[in-house]
């Protein structure tokens, strides 16, 4: 699902306020949204995983000097998926 740019703007405003510091990996403060929300795939332990099974809406955003992606969840950062 691709973020309207006031999603954009309400993910960066909630990211400003939460977030000290750059990059984990690099310590530049240098980052790009990426404009889709995203999923991570549920798994057993025996390594299968679900197709269609419960996930968190995440934001990512990328450090554009070394390529480290973070992951955020939606909800926490105030952002509705219905807007
Ligand atoms: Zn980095």
Do not use: Y
């Amino acid at each position: 699902m691709a973020l309207t740019e006031r999603q954009k703007q309400t993910v960066l405003g909630a990211l400003k306020e939460r977030i000290r510091g750059g990059c984990p990996m690099c310590l530049q403060a240098n980052w790009t949204i990426h404009n889709e929300v995203v999923s991570t795939m549920t798994a057993s332990l025996g390594g299968d995983t679900t197709i269609g099974g419960g996930f968190v809406p995440m934001i990512q955003i990328i450090c554009n000097n070394c390529g480290f992606v973070s992951h955020h969840a939606v909800g926490l950062l105030g952002i509705s998926l219905n807007e």
